[in-house]
């Protein structure tokens, strides 16, 4: 069963730093493109960031771009969002999301979520 556990979620104040993971297992970590979605309280969950199966492309939504940097480790099947210079508004709960297509069909798992909240 495919599980994708994110953690490095908590509490910062304004201009901080955390660095999230989310660590993968049983699936073929290094096909499958890696992404970070947030949701805040009553609002729709949007992409933070992605990046490729082999770790060229990334891709940031532009709130975070220049603050934040998607990384992976195919050897270690982890993904990571080092998140700098927090704001309040990016407060949200962060889901890792792995997806791939294969023959048409879409492939599509997510973690549970970790908290991270920005305030003084």
């Known amino acids: 069963q495919v599980q994708l556990v994110e953690s490095g979620g908590g509490l910062v104040q304004p201009g901080g730093s955390l660095r999230l993971s989310c660590a993968a297992s049983?699936?073929?970590?290094?096909?499958?493109?890696m992404s970070w979605y947030r949701q805040a309280p009553g609002k729709e969950r949007e992409l933070v960031a992605a990046i490729g199966s082999i770790g060229g492309d990334t891709n940031y939504a532009d709130s975070v771009k220049g603050r934040f940097t998607i990384s992976r480790d195919n050897a270690k099947n982890t993904v990571y969002l080092q998140m700098n210079s927090l704001k309040p508004e990016d407060t949200a709960v962060y889901y890792c999301?792995?997806?791939?297509?294969?023959?048409?069909?879409?492939?599509?798992?997510w973690g549970q979520g970790t908290q991270v909240t920005v305030s003084s």
């Open positions: 999301n792995a997806r791939r297509e294969s023959w048409g069909l879409r492939y599509s798992y």
């Open positions: 049983a699936l073929t970590f290094g096909i499958y493109v």
